[in-house]
């Protein structure tokens, strides 16, 4: 089984206020939010964003299961029949929510891989950058 905490940004906690970002041209911030929980085999995060393409809250929760299955839930719906691979610094989420499926990948990056790359693919297409909302020190 693998430990969700891998493909999330060094350094990040719950509670933890990160910015939002997307790419227009550069990135610039369009929300903000934070993981309200977070460990080894779940997470649960909120935010809200702002953007051309999408507006509103992102509420996202994840439950890593043995024999690669998973639960989640994205923006209320729900799926406890979703699987998951690791490859590399990259999780991929494969779910079914009612008629819907989406893809949704967890990788680090950013300087100091301090940043969440979030991509959300299907019904819903969402790309961003969870940053910290501090920057922390990078070694």
Do not use: W
């Amino acid at each position: 089984m693998v430990d969700f905490r891998n493909f999330i940004g060094c350094g990040t906690a719950a509670g933890m206020k990160l910015n939002i970002l997307a790419q227009v041209i550069f990135f610039v911030n369009v929300g903000s939010g934070e993981f309200i929980d977070l460990g080894a085999t779940q997470a649960a995060f909120k935010g809200k964003i702002d953007t051309v393409f999408y507006k509103g809250d992102l509420s996202l929760t994840l439950k890593l299961l043995e024999d690669g299955k998973a639960e989640v839930s994205l923006n209320g719906s729900r799926t406890s029949q979703a699987t998951y691979t690791a490859s590399g610094n990259k999780l991929t989420i494969e779910a079914k929510l009612g008629s819907r499926s989406q893809v949704i990948t967890f990788e680090q990056g950013g300087k100091g891989n301090v940043e969440t790359y979030l991509g959300v693919t299907g019904t819903q297409s969402i790309n961003v950058h969870l940053a910290p909302g501090a920057k922390p020190a990078v070694a």
